[in-house]
């Protein structure tokens, strides 16, 4: 790892732009370049910039190298990340390119990244369910929002277009109308 501006120890990342866009992302961590990689080729491209931006932030604020990151450390960029005015859902979707890439790491290396520090989980299932979570993960509950519901009477009903056209209905303009008005297609229900 190299050290920052600032003289910290961290990943130096070094954006390639082509034309206006980003072509490419190198960074002096072997294993973030492989996590990158991986994400360039599986994942659509505003994916991989988006991953690779938030990953830049984070060892901005983290001057660490991957393998020395601890769950404190995120704890740490979330507060940053809070003091700069930041939307949950932005802190959270932070969060998330981080947990991809210590998943990702502990696939690629399982003996230097032992645990994915955003969401650690147990080893092996729960009587056959999804992994159980050992210790809660760092993602924050959004506020609950107010559901809107509609007042006073049934759900609208889908009627067919001779009900809508009225007793007098030609039959002929009936049959001009496309399938779903003329009561085609799905039932009522």
Not at 25 to 36: G, K, R, Y
Not at 63 to 80: G, N
Not at 107 to 126: I, K, S, W
Request: with cysteine; charged share 25%; glycine share 8%.
């Amino acid at each position: 790892m190299t050290n920052l501006a600032d003289g910290r120890p961290g990943v130096r990342f070094t954006l390639v732009r082509e034309c206006g866009q980003l072509r490419d992302v190198v960074t002096d961590s072997p294993a973030i370049d492989h996590f990158l990689r991986v994400i360039k080729l599986g994942r659509s491209h505003n994916t991989w910039v988006s991953y690779a931006h938030d990953l830049k932030l984070f060892f901005a604020v983290v001057a660490k190298p991957p393998e020395a990151v601890e769950r404190q450390d995120c704890l740490t960029f979330i507060e940053q990340q809070d003091r700069a005015g930041h939307a949950t859902t932005t802190v959270n979707r932070r969060l998330a390119a981080l947990s991809s890439l210590f998943g990702e790491l502990q696939l690629y290396d399982a003996d230097r990244f032992t645990q994915n520090v955003v969401q650690p989980l147990e080893r092996g299932l729960a009587q056959g369910r999804r992994l159980r979570r050992s210790r809660p993960g760092l993602y924050r509950r959004q506020p609950a929002r107010a559901r809107r519901r509609r007042r006073g009477g049934p759900a609208p009903v889908l009627r067919r277009a001779a009900e809508l056209a009225g007793p007098h209905a030609d039959a002929a303009d009936v049959g001009q109308l496309p399938a779903h008005q003329r009561g085609g297609g799905h039932p009522v229900r």
